[in-house]
């Protein structure tokens, strides 16, 4: 899977880390993505937690286990509208 096939997919149930983002208290963070927004994840790990996408990089774990990074600028679309706007 590449990074503009990862774009185009639904990310909800993938597992995420947080590893760079202007705000110091989000980088490591890790968990499963169980909610998007246009501009949110909403993760849970230990607890829930909801991490903006702008200013901040993501390594995903596909489905098929491989680490693919990215940065959230690039997923600011409502899930449904970000098929249309790259595909």
């Not at 947080?18 to 963070?29: F, Q, S």
């Not at 829930?48 to 995903?60: E, N, Q, S, T």
């Not at 600028?73 to 595909?87: N, Q, V």
Request: charged share 40%; aromatic share 4%.
């Amino acid at each position: 899977m590449s990074r503009k096939t990862l774009v185009q997919e639904t990310l909800i149930g993938l597992e995420v880390e947080v590893t760079e983002a202007r705000c110091k208290e989000y980088i490591g963070l890790k968990g499963r993505i169980i909610d998007e927004t246009r501009n949110t994840f909403l993760l849970e790990n230990d607890r829930i937690r909801r991490i903006p996408k702008k200013d901040v990089k993501f390594a995903i774990i596909t489905s098929e286990g491989k680490r693919i990074e990215v940065n959230g600028s690039a997923l600011m679309h409502r899930p449904e509208d970000r098929i249309k706007k790259i595909g």
